[in-house]
């Protein structure tokens, strides 16, 4: 089995695979239609489970789901997915989980900021910096195998700790926040 992550966004998504060893393939930035193309065709290969760091569903009502209310329950700040500035990627989510639902793959809802706290990677790092890119890398180094020379961008680092998270719930090491209305897969507290 592979393990696929994806920093879904408007313009060029993050893109990550992950083998059973947590060895990294090929991380890559690209446009909707090639990261769906890609995962199908990878698909025929092997059985894939696919984590998307966007929302999967839409609230019932209002801007918040009740997954987002667990997380934030949690410490856990995230963005909510029925807010008119964040409308476009929970589109895309709901569009790309429904495409590959259709080929008989896999999808899940993650988090990567949710693991990069659980799991202790930079925790603390501001991903839009340069130093906080830094020490997310350093610390997803310890989990992750292959992890290329210099500093990835945080898209990258997001699809890469999207695929980290489809990896662990797989092993059994994630835990479901879920409600009526959507499910977020956040690794489960104090394995590190």
């Given at each position: 089995?592979?393990?696929?992550?994806?920093?879904?966004?408007?313009?060029?998504?993050?893109?990550?695979?992950?083998?059973?060893?947590?060895?990294?393939?090929?991380?890559?930035?690209?446009?909707?239609?090639?990261?769906?193309?890609?995962?199908?065709?990878?698909?025929?290969?092997?059985?894939?489970?696919?984590?998307?760091?966007?929302?999967?569903?839409?609230?019932?009502?209002?801007?918040?789901?009740?997954?987002?209310?667990?997380?934030?329950?949690?410490?856990?700040?995230?963005?909510?997915?029925?807010?008119?500035?964040?409308?476009?990627?929970?589109?895309?989510?709901?569009?790309?989980?429904?495409?590959?639902?259709?080929?008989?793959?896999?999808?899940?809802?993650?988090?990567?900021?949710?693991?990069?706290?659980?799991?202790?990677?930079?925790?603390?790092?501001?991903?839009?910096?340069?130093?906080?890119?830094?020490?997310?890398?350093?610390?997803?180094?310890?989990?992750?195998?292959?992890?290329?020379?210099?500093?990835?961008?945080?898209?990258?680092?997001?699809?890469?700790?999207?695929?980290?998270?489809?990896?662990?719930?797989?092993?059994?090491m994630a835990e479901n926040l879920s409600g009526a209305d959507g499910t977020i897969v956040i690794p489960k507290k104090d394995?590190?």
């Open positions: 089995m592979k393990y696929v992550g994806i920093d879904l966004s408007t313009r060029k998504s993050g893109y990550a695979v992950l083998d059973e060893r947590c060895r990294l393939t090929s991380p890559t930035l690209l446009d909707f239609d090639h990261l769906l193309d890609t995962t199908i065709d990878l698909h025929k290969k092997e059985p894939l489970l696919v984590a998307i760091d966007a929302p999967l569903t839409f609230p019932v009502t209002g801007v918040w789901r009740e997954c987002e209310l667990m997380l934030r329950r949690l410490g856990i700040s995230c963005y909510p997915p029925g807010a008119p500035f964040f409308r476009k990627i929970t589109e895309l989510g709901v569009s790309l989980r429904c495409a590959l639902e259709k080929k008989g793959i896999q999808a899940i809802e993650v988090y990567p900021y949710a693991t990069r706290l659980r799991c202790n990677v930079g925790a603390k790092a501001k991903k839009k910096t340069l130093q906080g890119r830094r020490q997310i890398q350093n610390d997803l180094g310890k989990l992750v195998v292959g992890l290329p020379e210099g500093i990835l961008s945080h898209h990258l680092l997001d699809a890469i700790l999207a695929a980290y998270t489809a990896y662990l719930a797989a092993h059994g394995l590190f």
